[in-house]
């Protein structure tokens, strides 16, 4: 894999997987980093965790200017705190998490610009561009006595010509918050739907879905594309590590969807949105 070096800004929607949930979201001017992870391991400590197994698929220095990050909840996985530093250092960027996120990066990244909401919270990002915090069926915690002290969410991300929806952590219980998401909102041009860390299911369903339910959560948003991540680069469940993306393909052939309209993002791998 050969890192990519994205353009320094884009009108037109375009998607670049870093790897894991970490993907830079560039739509109208504005450039956005989900749960930017670019550490080895995904752990409160540097010599044991999960390692990263792909090289992240931009290098950091090659980052354009970053606007804001955006952080679903504060799991190792999804919440570091040296890439925050970093990010800070060099870009200042606004960040945007749920309410009680905010605790850990407050202690460790000294003046980030921080906004918090609770589900279905808009937060202005610049105008006519926008994010909506949405429900998730997830869970949070940095250590063992802070277990759901902190919110977890997706983001409804809403531009002048491009909806883009990222999932964030979820399971998918009855689907009902992924109906009303489409309720209060539309159905996205983009979504970004979480395909990976989900065996054993006795264990793991109720927080990660396992890609026929990334399928059923693609139908019940009604987006017009979606892209897998939360696969390949740190081994964090049981299942193989290339099996989600070739469990999405089989089980979007099941569902009668084409397959080019659900697509396992890569490190390094982008999607650009063409406007008509």
Excluded: C, K
Excluded at 159 to 187: E, Q
């Amino acid at each position: 894999m050969t890192p990519t070096v994205p353009p320094e800004r884009s009108d037109e929607a375009r998607i670049t997987m870093v790897g894991h949930a970490t993907m830079l979201i560039q739509v109208a001017g504005l450039n956005l980093l989900t749960d930017p992870v670019w550490s080895d391991r995904a752990s409160p400590v540097r010599f044991a965790g999960p390692r990263r197994v792909t090289a992240p698929g931009i290098e950091f220095n090659h980052l354009p200017p970053i606007d804001a990050v955006l952080i679903s909840h504060n799991h190792y996985d999804h919440l570091d705190t040296a890439t925050l530093r970093w990010l800070q250092s060099r870009h200042r960027p606004h960040m945007v998490m749920p309410l009680g996120t905010d605790a850990t990066i407050r202690r460790a990244v000294r003046g980030a610009q921080i906004s918090t909401g609770d589900w279905h919270d808009r937060i202005t990002l610049a105008p006519g561009i926008s994010v909506t915090l949405t429900p998730a069926y997830h869970w949070s915690s940095r250590g063992i006595r802070d277990r759901r002290m902190a919110l977890w969410s997706g983001f409804w991300i809403e531009s002048p010509d491009t909806r883009i929806w990222f999932a964030g952590d979820t399971g998918y219980g009855d689907g009902a918050i992924f109906r009303d998401i489409r309720v209060r909102h539309g159905s996205p041009e983009i979504a970004l739907i979480s395909i990976g860390a989900y065996e054993p299911r006795w264990f793991m369903s109720a927080q990660h879905v396992a890609p026929d339910e990334a399928v059923r959560i693609f139908a019940d948003i009604g987006a017009d594309q979606a892209l897998g991540y939360h696969w390949g680069t740190f081994q964090l469940t049981d299942e193989p590590r290339e099996e989600p993306a070739e469990l999405l393909q089989s089980s979007l052939n099941a569902a009668g969807i084409d397959t080019g309209r659900f697509t396992p993002l890569a490190p390094g791998q982008a999607y650009t949105a063409r406007q008509p």
